[in-house]
């Protein structure tokens, strides 16, 4: 199947290449990039990629493993955004989520990630209503026309004292005029880190290794490469999990192809990845055993081609095609009475198949209007074959008989449409205007995680372990998919004002207001609660969504002497609730704002952050939710130019080592009991250094 769509694609792109052969191509920007420099990246995320985003406007993360933060925009996350690495979709194959996209590559090997809050361009992706996350690796490179042979050579090193992270990498290349060659590596570990208080929080120890390996093809007009890539982490505490990852293995390549054939431009690329995850408690760190396994293999294409109508019109068209196949498995426990003595199957050869196609149009009107229309639609396939609990005495034998005698094939037709507006209304102010619908499908676990379809876990200890096992949210509550589900389809209406000096060199002010309903959003029903658990079925019910992004940046002193000074300030309010009044929305970010002052001179530059926090009391009684109470943290960094090769980094994080629990954060369900609801606690006072060698 894939390769006959392959095939299709590029006799698609070759005969459409061939009708517009007169018409030549220009490149259009439709949103801003941020390239994340290499002392940012170590000092500040150590490993992490997600803590890249953290200066993204309306982008939040929700807590996980040290390498495993989801991000959440616009009051959405997991499924709800979509990421992308080179074009790859990287579905995240734990019934926790404790391998998300993100966690597959680490800062030293970014070379731009860009956040699209809100309203996402058809042409970046579908079946996902949230926004989008865009990262991108280094191009190869290759030599100078006076360079027979280019060779570059990077070293780093970090360490954050909090937790005693430390970490080290190294990018190597060597290239001719054609031919390009890059390895690029990263090992680090983390013990538990401290809280405010000075109080060790277990289950938050981590450790990572992280390898890739690029061929480059310059060709006339244009580039191929093939990357790559083997992550490996060893082991990686869930302080708001029942359960620890163990080990994760993932092996994954992905061949691009960019430039021109004829007069369209085409960006293309094919992957696949194939990942072993494992589950268990970490001894170290808690008591039990229930080993939990899954398998996944993702496979997939991306093709888009764009060519001119004219000098004002950019039309660009493509598909892309993303097929996910995965297995969930539970071995069983020796002298277990009630893990035991059959293997339990959680997902049994679970399908996932998407393939998307759509069209979209870059306009200039005037100087002062320009326009991106798209649409696409995504069809979803799914289905996944019968499976079997434990046994068939304790564990559940009238809910696997429930679910092995539902039909669990299922087909989605979606449809995407998207009209995002510039308007320049003088030389000091610009109104942006987006409106768009989205459409994103259930995942395997929400339509097929049975346990709990036909026995109450109030009644029952062993529907009360297996549901708990289905969370990727960190509350402690146990899960049961539904079958049913339908699609959640957004509208949403996003509009901004930009106010700014002539040049906008000075001082500039973003105001982004927005508004999002969901039909069939995929929430949960309450089915019965137990030993301060519920036990939730995802359900479909309408919700909205609404907030508003604020931010500024002003230069407030530029002298020769002194050096600059710069103000920043960003900020948000997010609320969400259901239609029916039942509850607001989960994981939803209190009011908030940051200011940065920020000071450079000659080789050095530096900067005082102060994040602000209010209290959270917009909760999901759903979820039993806990408050949390607000908090301001106050953050200082520095960094040194030391030589042209050599730069060094030193910043201190939460100076007044302030003890508060993280709004996004779940309960810890290592050190309190998840009867409890405690939110899980901050990084107290951490001193994080970053040393980067840059040899040639």
């Known amino acids: ?5 392959l095939s299709a694609s590029l006799l698609f792109t070759l005969t459409l290449n061939s009708a517009l052969a007169d018409h030549k191509l220009h490149a259009v920007e439709v949103t801003a990039k941020k390239e994340p420099s290499d002392l940012t990246s170590l000092a500040t995320a150590g490993g992490n990629a997600a803590d890249l985003l953290t200066n ?5 993360l929700q807590t996980g493993g040290g390498l495993s933060s989801v991000p959440v925009i616009h009051g959405m996350e997991g499924d709800r955004v979509n990421i992308k690495i080179d074009g790859a979709q ?14 597959y590559i680490d800062p030293t090997k970014v070379a731009s990630i860009e956040s699209i809050a809100g309203i ?3 042409s970046q992706g579908g079946d996902s209503i949230g926004g989008s996350i865009i990262v991108k690796t280094k191009d190869p490179e290759f030599a100078g026309e006076d360079e027979s042979v280019k060779q570059k050579l990077k070293l780093s090193t970090f360490f954050k004292s909090n937790n005693e992270n430390r970490g080290a990498a190294v990018h190597y290349g060597i290239a001719t005029k054609k031919l390009s060659l890059e390895y690029a590596g990263l090992d680090e570990k983390a013990n538990n880190y401290r809280s405010g208080d000075g109080t060790r929080i277990k289950s938050t120890l981590y450790n990572q290794n992280n390898q890739s390996l690029i061929v480059g093809h310059k060709l006339n007009d244009g580039l191929v490469s093939l990357k790559l890539s083997r992550a490996v982490v060893p082991y990686q505490g869930f302080v708001n999990q029942y359960m620890d990852l163990n080990d994760n293995v993932s092996n994954s390549g992905n061949l691009t192809y960019k430039g021109h054939i004829g007069a369209a431009y085409i960006e293309s690329n094919i992957f696949h990845q194939h990942t072993n995850h494992y589950m268990n408690m970490l001894q170290s760190q808690r008591a039990g055993r229930m080993p939990m396994y899954t398998r996944s293999d993702e496979s997939g294409y991306n093709i888009k081609a764009s060519f001119e109508l004219n000098k004002n019109h950019l039309l660009k068209v493509g598909s892309d095609y993303d097929r996910y196949r995965l ?19 959680s997902i049994n050869n679970g399908q996932r198949d998407r393939l998307g196609l759509f069209v979209e149009a870059d306009s200039v009107w005037s100087a002062d209007l320009t326009s991106n229309i798209g649409l696409r639609t995504d069809i979803v396939s799914m289905d996944t074959r019968n499976v079997q609990g434990y046994n068939s005495t304790n564990n559940l034998p009238a809910d696997q008989a429930s679910f092995n005698n539902k039909s669990k094939d299922k087909r989605d037709h979606n449809y995407d449409a998207t009209l995002l507006t510039n308007y320049k209304l003088n030389e000091k102010a610009e109104l942006e205007f987006g409106l768009a619908r989205k459409t994103r499908s ?3 676990y929400e339509r097929y995680a049975w346990a709990g379809t036909a026995t109450d876990p109030a009644t029952s200890g062993a529907a009360r372990m297996d549901t708990r096992m289905i969370n990727w949210v960190g509350d402690g509550n146990g899960y049961i998919g539904n079958t049913n589900l339908k699609p959640e389809v957004a509208h949403t209406l996003s509009t901004s004002l930009l106010l700014h000096n002539k040049d906008s060199k000075d001082w500039k002010i973003k105001v982004t207001p927005y508004y999002t309903d969901v039909k069939n959003f995929i929430d949960v029903d309450l089915v019965s609660t137990s030993g301060g658990v519920n036990y939730l079925k995802f359900a479909n019910h309408d ?5 508003l992004d604020l931010s500024a940046d002003a230069k407030i002193l530029q002298t020769q002497n002194m050096g600059d000074l710069a103000l920043s300030f960003k900020g948000s309010y997010t609320r969400g609730y259901r239609k029916d009044g039942m509850t607001d929305l989960y994981h939803l970010m209190p009011l908030n704002g940051k200011v940065t002052l920020a000071h450079s001179i000659n080789k050095w530059n530096s900067d005082l952050t ?3 926090v209010n209290s959270k009391k917009q909760i999901s009684k759903l979820r039993l939710e806990p408050e949390t109470a607000g908090y301001a943290l106050i953050d200082l960094g520095t960094s040194y130019q030391a030589t042209k090769l050599i730069k060094v980094d030193l910043r201190v994080t939460n100076i007044l080592d302030h003890q508060y629990g993280q709004p996004l954060g779940g309960i810890n369900l290592v050190n309190n009991t998840g009867a409890s609801h405690t939110p899980v606690a901050g990084v107290g006072r951490s001193i994080n250094t970053a040393v980067v060698i840059d040899f040639f």
């Open 56 to 60: 993204a406007d309306g982008l939040y």
């Open 327 to 345: 297995d969930d498995w539970w071995p069983a426990v020796p002298a277990s009475m009630m893990m035991g003595p059959n293997q339990y199957d």
């Open 543 to 547: 919700a909205v969504i609404f907030g």
């Open 120 to 122: 996402t361009p058809v």
């Open 1 to 5: 199947m894939l390769h006959f769509i």
């Open 610 to 612: 102060v994040h602000l």
């Open 442 to 444: 259930p995942n395997l």
């Open 90 to 103: 990287i579905t995240s194959s734990c019934p926790n989520h404790m391998n998300p996209t993100l966690s």
